[in-house]
């Protein structure tokens, strides 16, 4: 009898050991995407941009992170960018798990900040029309930010910063690098009349330090547990740097 519980105890301890490793290795990251479907009054659609989840997922994914994610309304993202003949997109959007997950974001009522260790803002036109004044998105990333968390936004996700305060009463972005989908893009992409407000613009009147490339090239910067990127071709090194800070966090 005493060596059967002897035995059950240790099974016990044994579960609970795995059970703790576990939980270090699914650190949770928030994913936030748009809920917006339209460009302005063009009659052309946008949502998230497909590679702007996709790359940076696969990245924390393979990592060990597990990824929640939340948009404005709550709800089935609508999505852009739908580039399947991309392996990483077609990775992502085969994941039944993660599938169903973006097609039922939570709202920002039902997100708990503290049980994430970074916030994840991504792109695709739709964001420059519902992150900018979200308030509830914007309080998520400061409380997720002032627990030791990292922000990182990606194209126009860095309309998701804009209006980020923290408790002192700055900016998240005031007198720190950062950089996102450029004014010079958007007039490349002949959308600088039809987004409210131009992206970059709006980042320096926040007091950010703005760093950019030329049209299309990946440019990912990081400062004070904030990365940003600056378009599509960024979004795998924007991955990429978000694990390096996880790790030294």
């Known amino acids: 009898m ?3 519980m002897a035995w059950v105890l240790v099974l016990i301890s044994t579960s609970m ?3 703790q490793n576990g939980n270090k290795m699914k650190k949770k990251i928030l994913f936030v995407v748009t809920s917006h479907d339209k460009k302005g009054n063009t009659g052309e659609a946008t949502g998230y941009y497909l590679s702007e989840v996709a790359h940076p997922w696969d990245v924390l994914v393979t990592a060990g992170y597990e990824i929640d994610f939340v948009s404005p309304k709550g709800g089935n993202a609508p999505v852009d960018g739908f580039n399947l003949g991309d392996s990483i997109n077609k990775k992502f959007w085969d994941d039944q798990a993660y599938r169903y997950k973006i097609e039922h974001t939570k709202k920002p009522s039902e997100v708990d900040p503290s049980q994430y260790v970074a916030i994840h803002f991504a792109g695709g036109h739709g964001a420059m029309w519902d992150f900018a004044d979200n308030k509830a998105l914007a309080s998520i990333a400061a409380k997720i930010y ?3 968390g990292i922000v990182s936004a990606v194209c126009h996700g860095p309309a998701g910063l804009v209006n980020i305060k923290l408790s002192n009463g700055k900016y998240l972005v005031d007198g720190k ?3 996102a989908f450029t004014n010079e893009e958007e007039v490349a992409v002949k959308l600088e009349k039809v987004v409210p407000f131009a992206l970059e613009t ?3 009147e926040r007091g950010a330090i703005f760093e950019k490339s030329g049209l ?3 440019h990912v910067v990081a ?3 904030v990365v940003t ?3 599509p071709q960024s979004a795998k090194d924007l991955g990429e740097v978000v694990l390096e800070q996880l790790k030294r966090n």
């Open 229 to 231: 990127g600056q378009n």
């Open 216 to 218: 299309w090239q990946s």
């Open 2 to 4: 005493k060596i059967l």
């Open 17 to 19: 050991v795995s059970a």
């Open 146 to 148: 002032e627990n030791n």
């Open 202 to 204: 709006k980042l320096i």
């Open 223 to 225: 400062d004070q547990r």
């Open 177 to 179: 690098k950062i950089n």
